[in-house]
């Protein structure tokens, strides 16, 4: 199976926030549920193991859109919120950056006790995924993060996470047990990173023959290398700019939450006082749960939902994603209960999305403004970012 998709990921500095990194671990982990609730573990794995779906919900939690620290916070915020529900969810989230990278194997032991499941082979599998990328792919990059998801029928995903000093990039390689034939022939999901031309990749297929020669003569020059295929190159500018959206998809999005009128969710999804703007996020967020993978080739779009910490394209309405989450953890306990309309309500906002944008014709002169719109109001929504809360100064909207 061959890499299906590259992404160029600028390297950040700087620790997410612990008002951020709560919401996050808490927004990402009712996503979560209500995707095992509706599709199974195995669906989870699946979607992990998409780069795009991954890069769009990084997004959608309040991530900057583009960054590296994309990768880290979200499989941070996802280990903290899904293994203390492992038991119910049947899934167990190892690994991370740095020391805790080093942790996998005991993790991964810990739980085939708990499990029953083959701890050798699950610690032999993350250990040769390491291996592969660090090794076997020479491109440069320098693993640096390992995240192994694992579920209780010892089906699993790894998302890891290389970095290039030299041209400031990070490079994310996405694996999915259900691909893999073999460690050393074409196994990854994904890799995703900036284009930088011909790679030694020595788990091509187009590599058997120089396999067989490294075997015979060591050090020998490889006969083949590969190029990447596709690639999502993310720029180094932190503006979110029209070519990085698909504005047909996100003009329905808006066009339902502020045009469509609130009243036909309101008593399904919450009680009265359900605003536009919380509408808008939980129909984005409506689009991660139940979006098909054709859905996330523009993961920009999703920062349309709670922002970023950079304050690109505008600040985190901490408001409104305490809303989200209010209304979505709702949604998850009443379906513990009963098939609630809650959850078709949920459903519903990406469905009647979907009609929308069958017949809208965005106006591509309006972006901009939708922007200014968003940071001219977000001091009422809480607006947030690491230099401070957004503040109104004479009409103008000051982010420090």
Same mark, same amino acid.
């Given at each position: 199976?061959?890499?299906?998709?590259?992404?160029?990921?600028?390297?950040?500095?700087?620790?997410?926030?612990?008002?951020?990194?709560?919401?996050?671990?808490?927004?990402?982990?009712?996503?979560?549920?209500?995707?095992?609730?509706?599709?199974? %573990?195995?669906?989870?794995?699946?979607?992990?193991?998409?780069?795009?779906?991954?890069?769009?919900?990084?997004?959608?939690?309040?991530?900057?859109?583009?960054?590296?620290?994309?990768?880290?916070?979200?499989?941070?915020?996802?280990?903290?919120?899904?293994?203390?529900?492992?038991?119910?969810?049947?899934?167990?989230?190892?690994?991370?950056?740095?020391?805790?990278?080093?942790?996998?194997?005991?993790?991964?032991? !810990?739980?085939?006790?708990?499990?029953?499941?083959?701890? #050798?082979?699950?610690?032999? *599998?993350?250990?040769? /995924?390491?291996?592969?990328?660090? +090794?076997?792919?020479?491109?440069?990059?320098?693993?640096?993060?390992?995240?192994?998801?694992?579920?209780?029928?010892?089906?699993?995903?790894?998302?890891?996470?290389?970095?290039?000093?030299?041209?400031?990039?990070? %490079?994310?390689?996405?694996?999915?047990?259900?691909?893999?034939?073999?460690?050393?022939?074409? =196994?990854?999901? !994904?890799?995703?990173?900036?284009?930088?031309? =011909?790679?030694?990749?020595? +788990?091509?297929?187009? /590599?058997?023959?120089?396999?067989?020669?490294?075997?015979?003569?060591?050090?020998?020059?490889?006969?083949?290398?590969?190029?990447?295929?596709?690639?999502?190159?993310?720029?180094? #500018?932190?503006?979110?700019?029209?070519?990085?959206?698909?504005?047909?998809?996100?003009?329905?999005?808006?066009?339902?939450?502020?045009?469509?009128?609130?009243?036909?969710?309101?008593?399904?999804?919450?009680?009265?006082?359900?605003?536009?703007?919380?509408?808008?996020?939980?129909?984005?967020?409506?689009?991660?749960?139940?979006?098909?993978?054709?859905?996330?080739?523009?993961?920009?779009?999703?920062?349309?939902?709670?922002?970023?910490?950079?304050?690109?394209?505008?600040?985190?309405?901490?408001?409104?994603?305490?809303?989200?989450?209010?209304?979505?953890?709702? &949604? &998850?306990?009443?379906?513990?209960?009963?098939?609630?309309?809650?959850?078709?309500?949920?459903?519903?906002?990406?469905?009647?999305?979907?009609?929308?944008?069958?017949?809208?014709?965005?106006?591509?002169?309006?972006?901009?403004?939708?922007?200014? *719109?968003?940071?001219?109001?977000?001091?009422?929504?809480?607006?947030?970012?690491?230099?401070?809360?957004?503040?109104?100064?004479?009409?103008?909207? /000051?982010?420090?």
């Amino acid at each position: 199976m061959k890499n299906s998709g590259h992404a160029d990921l600028p390297l950040h500095n700087g620790k997410v926030p612990h008002w951020l990194a709560d919401r996050m671990a808490r927004l990402g982990g009712e996503i979560s549920e209500v995707i095992v609730q509706d599709y199974g %573990r195995d669906a989870f794995l699946t979607k992990l193991s998409d780069p795009l779906w991954f890069q769009s919900l990084g997004c959608v939690l309040g991530m900057d859109w583009h960054s590296s620290g994309i990768t880290t916070s979200v499989m941070g915020a996802l280990k903290k919120a899904i293994n203390p529900r492992s038991k119910e969810l049947g899934i167990f989230v190892c690994g991370g950056r740095g020391k805790y990278s080093l942790q996998t194997p005991q993790e991964l032991t !810990a739980v085939a006790n708990k499990t029953g499941l083959n701890g #050798r082979a699950l610690v032999n *599998s993350s250990k040769l /995924s390491a291996k592969v990328d660090n +090794t076997a792919v020479q491109d440069g990059y320098n693993i640096y993060l390992h995240s192994f998801i694992v579920t209780t029928e010892g089906k699993w995903a790894v998302v890891q996470q290389g970095m290039n000093a030299n041209n400031g990039f990070a %490079r994310r390689y996405h694996w999915h047990s259900d691909s893999i034939k073999s460690f050393v022939q074409e =196994p990854h999901k !994904a890799v995703c990173g900036e284009n930088k031309g =011909p790679i030694l990749n020595l +788990t091509a297929a187009e /590599s058997a023959e120089t396999k067989e020669v490294i075997l015979e003569i060591s050090k020998n020059n490889p006969d083949r290398i590969i190029k990447e295929v596709r690639h999502i190159k993310m720029p180094r #500018r932190h503006s979110v700019n029209g070519m990085d959206v698909d504005l047909k998809r996100l003009g329905s999005v808006l066009a339902l939450a502020h045009d469509s009128g609130v009243s036909t969710f309101e008593d399904l999804l919450l009680t009265k006082g359900l605003g536009p703007r919380t509408l808008q996020s939980l129909t984005l967020v409506s689009e991660i749960i139940y979006g098909t993978p054709s859905r996330f080739k523009d993961p920009a779009r999703f920062s349309f939902a709670h922002g970023g910490k950079d304050g690109y394209p505008f600040p985190v309405p901490l408001k409104v994603y305490d809303e989200t989450i209010t209304i979505l953890k709702n &949604v &998850v306990n009443k379906a513990k209960i009963d098939r609630s309309d809650k959850k078709k309500a949920l459903y519903n906002l990406h469905k009647q999305a979907l009609n929308i944008e069958s017949n809208f014709k965005p106006d591509r002169s309006q972006f901009d403004k939708i922007i200014q *719109s968003e940071r001219r109001m977000s001091y009422k929504y809480g607006g947030m970012t690491v230099s401070g809360p957004a503040l109104r100064h004479s009409g103008q909207l /000051s982010l420090f």
